[in-house]
C-alpha cells in the first residue's frame, strides 16, 4: 500500500497527494492535485468562452488544450511535436504559410508554464521573441483575450467566429 501511495502518477506527483477531483469538463471526476485543478477550472473558464466555429492553436506540446476546448483544433498532429531549436523557424513558416493560404486562426494559446503537482513543479515554456509564431501573435493582426500566470490567449482581429464574455468563477 505504501508503494501505491508513494508511486508518481502522470506529472501529477504521487498517488497520495492527488486529493482534489476535478468537477466538470473533460476531465471531470479525475483526481489531481490541487494546483492541476485550479489551473484546469481557470483554463476552463477561459475555453468556454470560445465558440466552437472558432478555429484555435496551442503553442508547443500542449495537446491536453485540444481536448479541453470546443474550438476547431488549427492544427494536425505535427504541431504537438517537439522541433529542434535549430528548425524552429523553418517549422512556424511552414505552418505560417498554410495560415496564409486557409486563414490564421481565430485563437492562439501560447503556454508558458505546463503545470504538474504543486506551483513550483511545472515545464517551463520558453519562445524566442523573433520567432514567426510569437512575431504573429504580437503583432496588430492579434490582441490579447487573457493573461494569466500558465499562459496568454490571443485572439486574431476581426474575428467572428463567436468569442463571448468571461464566465465568472463557479458560473
Known amino acids: 500500500m505504501l508503494l501505491v501511495l508513494g508511486w508518481q502518477i502522470y506529472r501529477d506527483g504521487p498517488f497520495s497527494d492527488m ?19 485550479l489551473f484546469l477550472e481557470l483554463f476552463d473558464r477561459d475555453l468556454a468562452r470560445i465558440g466552437p466555429r472558432c478555429r484555435i492553436v496551442f503553442f508547443r506540446d500542449f495537446p491536453a488544450g485540444y481536448l479541453l476546448a470546443r474550438a476547431r483544433a488549427d492544427t494536425n498532429s505535427a504541431w504537438v511535436a517537439t522541433v529542434p531549436a535549430a528548425k524552429t523557424d523553418a517549422y512556424q513558416q511552414t505552418l505560417i504559410r498554410y495560415w496564409r493560404r486557409h ?4 485563437v492562439a494559446v501560447v503556454m508558458s508554464r505546463i503545470p504538474y503537482e504543486a506551483r513550483r513543479a511545472a515545464r517551463i515554456e520558453r519562445y524566442r521573441v523573433d520567432t514567426p509564431l510569437v512575431r504573429l ?5 492579434y490582441r490579447v483575450l487573457s493573461s494569466h ?4 490567449t490571443y485572439e ?3 474575428s467572428t467566429c463567436g468569442i463571448g464574455p468571461v464566465k465568472p468563477a463557479g458560473g
Request: hydrophobic share 30%; charged share 25%; no cysteine.
Open 19 to 37: 486529493t482534489a477531483a476535478v468537477d466538470s469538463g473533460a476531465y471531470a471526476g479525475i483526481r489531481t492535485s490541487l494546483n492541476k485543478k
Open 156 to 158: 486574431r482581429r476581426g
Open 149 to 152: 500566470y500558465n499562459y496568454v
Open 137 to 141: 501573435v504580437r503583432s496588430p493582426a
Open 103 to 106: 486563414g490564421f486562426p481565430d
